[in-house]
C-alpha cells in the first residue's frame, strides 16, 4: 500500500522569505500523481500544486514550486515570497496513475503547520 | 461555476443519534468522493461514488456507515448510532472523470460534533 509521509509537523518563516515543506512517499507503482494541498483556518481544502509522476520538469505555479525526486521518492513543496495569506496547513497527498477504480482516491500525509511571522 | 457544496458546515448530535451529510458535487462532475479528517490528522479516504454506483467503499467503517449519490440530489454520508469517534471533519470532492491527473475539488467540509 501507497504511504505518504510528512515529517515536520509545524514550520516557521518570515515574511518575504523562502521555506521548504518535505514529504516522501513510498510506492512500488510508476505511474502516479502527487499533489500539494492547502488548508487555512477556514478548513477549505485549496489544490496548490500538482506534479505527474512521467515529467521530469518541476511544476511551479508563481510562488509555489516543487522539487520532485523520483528515484528518492521524494516531492518537497517550496514556497517563495512567503505571505500572511500562505499560513495554513499543508497537506502532500498521492493518487495512483491506474485508471479509475479503486485507485482514484488521495491519499494524504498528516500535515505540516506553516505559520508567517510578520 | 458553484463549487462543491457541502452542508451543513456544522452538525451537532448526541450519541446514538443519526447524522446525514450532504455533497452536491460541481457541476458536470459525476465523481465523489469522502474523506474523514480527525483532529491532528490528514484526510482518510472513505468511499467513492459514482452516480447510483459504489464503486469503492475500502474506507469506510463496516457498520453504521452508508453512503450514497442518487440519480438526482446529492451525495449523502449517513452515519448511524453515531458514536463521540466519529467526531471528525468530513470532506467531499467531486471530480469531472476519473482520470488520474483529474484534480478533486473539495468542498468546504461538515465538522460533526458529538456530545
Known amino acids: 500500500a501507497q504511504t505518504v509521509t510528512q515529517s515536520q509537523p509545524e514550520m516557521s518563516v518570515q515574511e518575504a522569505e523562502t521555506v521548504t515543506l518535505s514529504c516522501t512517499y513510498d510506492?512500488?507503482?510508476?505511474?502516479?500523481?502527487l499533489f500539494w494541498y492547502k488548508q487555512p483556518p477556514s478548513r477549505q481544502m485549496i489544490l496548490v500544486i500538482r506534479q505527474e509522476a512521467y515529467k521530469q520538469q518541476n511544476a511551479t505555479e508563481n510562488r509555489f514550486s516543487v522539487n520532485f525526486q523520483k528515484a528518492a521518492k521524494s516531492f518537497s513543496l517550496k514556497i517563495s515570497d512567503s505571505q500572511l495569506g500562505d499560513a495554513a496547513m499543508y497537506f502532500c497527498a498521492y493518487r495512483s496513475g491506474n485508471y479509475g477504480g479503486s485507485q482514484g482516491n488521495l491519499i494524504f500525509g498528516k500535515g505540516t503547520k506553516l505559520s508567517v511571522k510578520p | 461555476n458553484a463549487g462543491v457544496m457541502q452542508n451543513p458546515r456544522h452538525l451537532v448530535r448526541r450519541r446514538g443519534q443519526e447524522a446525514r451529510l450532504r455533497c452536491s458535487p460541481m457541476?458536470?462532475?459525476?465523481?465523489v468522493y469522502w474523506y474523514r479528517q480527525l483532529p491532528e490528522e490528514g484526510l482518510k479516504f472513505m468511499v467513492y461514488l459514482q452516480k447510483e454506483n459504489i464503486i469503492d467503499e475500502s474506507g469506510m467503517p463496516k457498520e453504521r456507515f452508508s453512503a450514497e449519490f442518487p440519480k438526482e440530489g446529492p451525495s449523502i454520508l449517513r452515519i448511524q448510532q453515531v458514536v463521540r469517534g466519529d467526531s471528525a471533519a468530513y470532506f467531499c470532492?467531486?471530480?469531472?472523470?476519473?482520470?488520474?491527473?483529474?484534480?478533486?475539488?473539495f468542498g468546504d467540509g461538515t465538522r460533526l460534533s458529538i456530545l
Open positions: 470532492a467531486s471530480s469531472r472523470t476519473d482520470y488520474s491527473n483529474q484534480p478533486q475539488h
Open positions: 510506492t512500488s507503482e510508476s505511474d502516479y500523481y
Open positions: 457541476k458536470g462532475h459525476s465523481h
